[in-house]
């Protein structure tokens, strides 16, 4: 909150200097026995509020002085009371003399950060509305005081009010509109942006609509307004960090390269920065321009790991390696070093030996150690060391028995080899512990589905949406199931739409949709979301099934050809199926 600048007059000071001494009884007297000191004189109402003030403003310094103690010699909360109350006094006393916006906002400043929150503050800056109904400092700060409460409905209605009042005050539109932006409110903060004048908006302005047409996916218009901003002041890295983003999203990843590097040259402010522009330069297949960025960067080790990650899932693992070295320059090497070697010595260099024995590096007492147990589970798994695969899944139940994913890995590995009564055993037993986990349900009723028990699975997949209605696993299973046995197609493809908007970007997830609108005979739809999936995911036996089926329904025989021989190529389990499915074309 700002501070009130308000200065004594040499005069005044003296005086109450000189009274000062004298009720201390500092002033010298030439005689052994001191005549009876006369009653004060009563301040004047002038002095008086220089009194406040002073009183004010040391106890406002010592508060400071606490916030500021290096040392961490901190007072008690008792006495920080104490303080804030001498000081709230003297206010009240300079308000109930001379009552001024100023004087309220120092005010709602002494509780700002309060423990308990902004309702002190807010009763500050309400007393002052009171006073100062139009005041657009104190509107704007009790506004915030209910964004520190999280109450960002109340805060927009604050900001309204006054702006039925004030129609053309932009810097308070302004406000508005990014308020209702933080509270996911786009479209109302962009028809708050917009009513500010061409010839007004700012490029603080231009920035709020370039953020909000971002987020409502307006990106060429959002585009056009962060320019704008970004012409408008040359300096504001926000809206250029906003604006290589928005290029970013549209794929012109040549510009969004060179925003990104023009902001790094003016001092790089946002640590982010440069992970995105190594990002991009990935997408540029420029790994070497990536590596030189990432090797220049901060050596801190939260850097080093998002750097490191991005070249690891980009599959460029041998410049990701030579990040990851980074972390061994200072002594002790972290855990982080060891697992991710081991992930790129599996799948970068088809190593598993080398993988395992990197994860025997992860120490137990880590953070990382469940983790590097699941992964040597998996690699002796897939090894075919199936005794040293139940026996690291096993220590992992035992060390960490309230773990759901080792009862899931452990049933996966009995369910790879044939056998469905052990799988179900494995997960009832992690049930006994975990009743309601969604995901231990979830694989449950995937297995009651794989041995023909399916309304067994779709009510644990029902039970588990009533709990947990965003569980993207259970949205696309039930959507896909009542597709598959032409139950109820509306209902499933809300459920497998709702599925993609949360993981938009998951190919099973984009064959259900696919499937669903197939089901319900909107081609065209069916034929969109298909090739989004095997864009993603060219692999999947399912999937070119899927795509064949949906394609020969179009009549394009040639591209249903192609799609079931894939789908042979990557292994069908209904090979035959799909034989039947190719002669008949």
Request: negative net charge.
């Amino acid at each position: 909150m700002p501070h009130m600048t308000h200065r004594l007059p040499a005069n005044t000071v003296l005086a109450a200097t000189m009274i000062t001494l004298a009720l201390l009884g500092l002033t010298a007297c030439s005689t052994r026995t001191r005549a009876p000191l006369p009653s004060p004189r009563p301040l004047s109402e002038s002095a008086e509020l220089d009194y406040d003030y002073l009183v004010y403003q040391d106890q406002l310094q010592r508060l400071q002085r606490h916030e500021a103690d290096a040392k961490g010699n901190k007072i008690s909360q008792k006495e920080i009371a104490k303080i804030k109350a001498r000081a709230e006094a003297a206010l009240n006393n300079l308000l109930k003399a001379t009552p001024t916006p100023q004087l309220y906002l120092e005010k709602a400043g002494l509780f700002w950060n309060d423990p308990s929150g902004a309702t002190r503050s807010r009763m500050a800056l309400k007393e002052g509305l009171a006073q100062f109904p139009d005041n657009q400092i104190l509107t704007i700060y009790l506004a915030n005081s209910y964004i520190v409460d999280n109450e960002a409905d109340a805060a927009i209605d604050v900001m309204s009010q006054y702006l039925k009042r004030h129609p053309n005050d932009i810097p308070a539109r302004e406000r508005l509109g990014q308020m209702l932006m933080d509270a996911g409110k786009d479209a109302e903060a962009l028809d708050q942006l917009k009513a500010i004048p061409d010839a007004k908006r700012t490029a603080d302005t231009f920035y709020a609509m370039g953020r909000v047409q971002g987020n409502l996916e307006m990106r060429k218009a959002a585009i056009n307004n962060l320019r704008k901003a970004v012409a408008m002041d040359p300096d504001f890295t926000e809206a250029m960090v906003e604006l290589a983003y928005q290029y970013d999203m549209i794929k012109d990843y040549v510009a969004a390269e060179k925003t990104y590097t023009s902001i790094l040259a003016n001092g790089d402010p946002f640590p982010e920065v440069r992970l995105r522009l190594i990002n991009v330069n990935l997408k540029l297949n420029n790994p070497d321009r990536a590596l030189t960025m990432a090797l220049e960067g901060p050596q801190s080790k939260s850097f080093i790991l998002d750097a490191a990650l991005m070249f690891i899932n980009d599959k460029f693992y041998a410049q990701g390696s030579t990040v990851l070295d980074m972390l061994t320059s200072d002594g002790e090497i972290p855990a982080e070093y060891f697992f991710n070697k081991a992930v790129i010595a599996n799948e970068g260099e088809n190593d598993q030996e080398k993988a395992l024995a990197y994860l025997a590096k992860v120490k137990e007492n880590d953070r990382l150690y469940p983790h590097a147990l699941r992964f040597q589970a998996q690699l002796y798994h897939a090894q075919g060391q199936e005794e040293k695969a139940f026996a690291v899944v096993r220590k992992a139940k035992a060390l960490y028995p309230d773990g759901p994913i080792f009862y899931i890995i452990e049933s996966s590995f009995f369910e790879s080899q044939g056998n469905w009564t052990a799988a179900e055993k494995v997960l009832k037993e992690g049930l006994k512990r975990m009743a309601d986990n969604p995901n231990l349900n979830y694989t449950l009723a995937m297995i009651y589905d794989q041995v023909g028990r399916r309304s067994e699975g779709l009510e644990l997949l029902e039970a588990i949406l009533h709990d947990h209605p965003d569980h993207t696993g259970a949205l696309n299973s039930v959507g896909y199931m009542l597709a598959d046995e032409n139950l109820d197609l509306d209902r499933a493809l809300v459920l497998v739409q709702k599925a993609a908007m949360l993981e938009p970007d998951n190919p099973y997830i984009l064959d259900s949709v696919a499937w669903v609108f197939f089901k319900m005979n909107r081609l065209d739809e069916a034929w969109e979301n298909i090739r989004f999936a095997v864009d993603i995911m060219d692999s999947d036996p399912t999937i070119w099934e899927h795509y064949g089926d949906i394609a020969s329904a179009m009549g394009k025989v040639k591209s249903a050809g192609r799609a079931y021989n894939l789908s042979l190529k990557y292994n069908s389990k209904y090979s035959d199926r799909i034989k039947k499915k190719l002669n008949a074309l």
